[in-house]
């Protein structure tokens, strides 16, 4: 069955300093990986995704991700972040073909210090 | 275009009470999706909607029912609201992909509360 495990469920960092988003997924074949981030009272914004190729993929507002096979992980990063960045992050897992039922992981909420 | 729109955007019943939950998109998108999220658990889905007459469960179904009324619009029903069931019901839609794009669009989100 396809998992998603973000280890961090509320990270803490000051404003400029870099900022890594753990995510490790369970699936049976490569899937569709993607990052959305959702604001206070909002809906969810994707940030960006993986399909294949080139395995660091960038995104808006300044973040990318890395695509690690090998690990089974697809961490997000940004090298210095804004407080407008205070968000909860999702991780999600979608299969290639079909209906593309996304699995999330359980989020992780960013708190940006001053 | 105004995306993914979800009414209401509110709403509090008593146990028992029934109630439809509606969701639209002017994107020209196959696919509709209804997930509810829950503190620490992330998004769930519910039912899904690969094209215009075709339904399917989700991973959490059990409570709920859906109707795809036309290519626009896919509404979800409770039919007798349980505590249970209080969360944010998040409306997703998603075009027919491609090789390169493949990603859904969220809705605002519907907050209900039963109790």
């Known amino acids: 069955a396809q998992s998603v495990t973000q280890p961090d469920i509320h990270i803490t960092v000051s404003e400029g300093a870099s900022l890594e988003l753990r995510c490790n997924y369970s699936y049976g074949a490569t899937p569709y990986l993607f990052w959305y981030v959702q604001s206070p009272g909002q809906g969810l914004q994707l940030l960006l995704k993986?399909?294949?190729?080139?395995?660091l993929v960038q995104g808006i507002k300044g973040f990318e991700a890395e695509f690690k096979r090998s690990q089974s992980s697809f961490n997000l990063r940004k090298p210095s972040v804004h407080w407008s960045d205070a968000a909860e992050y999702f991780c999600?897992?979608?299969?290639?073909?079909?209906?593309?039922?996304?699995?999330f992981g359980q989020g992780t909420r960013l708190t940006i210090n001053p | 275009n105004a995306g993914v729109t979800q009414t209401p955007k509110f709403q509090v019943l008593k146990t028992g009470q029934s109630m439809t939950l509606q969701c639209a998109q002017d994107?020209?998108?196959?696919?509709m999706y209804w997930y509810r999220q829950d503190p620490g658990m992330g998004l769930r889905l519910i039912y899904y909607s690969a094209s215009e007459g075709t339904t399917d469960k989700g991973e959490v179904p059990n409570g709920y029912n859906v109707s795809r009324l036309n290519k626009r619009e896919f509404s979800l029903r409770l039919e007798s609201a349980a505590p249970s069931q209080t969360s944010v019901y998040f409306c997703?839609?998603?075009?027919?992909?491609?090789?390169?794009?493949?990603?859904?669009?969220f809705g605002p989100g519907t907050r209900l509360t039963v109790l």
């Open positions: 997703a839609s998603r075009r027919r992909p491609t090789v390169s794009y493949n990603e859904q669009f």
């Open positions: 993986y399909f294949s190729g080139d395995t």
């Open positions: 994107m020209n998108h196959n696919s």
């Open positions: 999600a897992v979608g299969a290639k073909q079909g209906a593309q039922k996304l699995v």
